[in-house]
């Protein structure tokens, strides 16, 4: 068991190191974040204009949640790791995984969490510089018992984030291009996610109907949870058991994608 975890710790140093040569380019992306961020602050503050609340919460409220949802999509968000399995795939580079003993799935997510570190820290740095002209107009709620939540919560959006990028990754075992299942799939993301506006501001049934995908997992609830958009405790918990769910089913599903498309794979190159 240490001999397995020392391999892939090793896998996430060598992947830190790599994602560090790249720094400037995850800083200069963080950087460009808060233009979108100012376009942010513009059309909510317009939104509110004349307006004490909308959804039952205030300008500020909303506000914070904007900035922690930019902050996450730094450290748990898949980027190019679905380009990156398929560009694998498709130049044959992944047949050395297949005479090695080492998990493809655990190898890339070491990959992952290093690359997710380095963008995550670097995109603190100039939201940690502004902070003083940002502290009037956010407002964190205090620290209770939610925020024993948002560990597991991370986590489990972490992987779920991962996962379904590597599932598209591995659709290059049947499809040369996979472009338009990921633009279709960021494009559905992006909305029920919550990117776009705070789920709880949507119809009551629609938003009971978003919290059993697992887009609502991927970034809306844990920074709900951090800023205090959801605090009921059985609500919490039963959110919770539905992310674990579907954490399991996308690792079934990355399982069956994996040894049905290394049949495919296997049948096509020889």
Known sequence: MLAVLNK???????????????????????SFSLVHLTFVFVLWGAAFSGQAGIGGFDLRQTLTYFVVMLVLQFFISAMNED??????????LINQFLLKPINYYLYRFSIFVSARLVSGLLALLPMI????????????P????????VIPALIMSS????????????????????????ILSLAVETVLGGQVFPLDLLPKWLYDFSAYLPYYYQMYFPA????????????????????FFWVLALLGMAQLLWSRGLRRHTAVGG
Do not use: M
């Open 129 to 140: 510089l502004i902070y003083p002209l940002l502290a009037d107009k956010l407002v964190l």
């Open 224 to 243: 709900a949870l951090l800023t205090g958009r959801i605090t009921d405790q059985a609500f919490i918990i039963r959110g919770l058991g539905i992310q």
């Open 8 to 30: 892939y710790r090793s896998i996430f140093a060598i992947g830190l190191q790599s994602n560090l040569v790249y720094r400037w380019n995850f800083a200069v992306r963080a």
């Open 83 to 92: 380009y990156e399995i398929s560009e694998e795939i498709r130049n044959g």
């Open 159 to 182: 992987i779920i984030q991962f996962t379904i990028a590597y599932c598209f990754g591995l659709l290059t075992f049947w499809f040369l291009e996979i472009q338009s299942f990921i």
């Open 142 to 149: 205090s620290i209770g018992w939610t925020y024993a939540a």
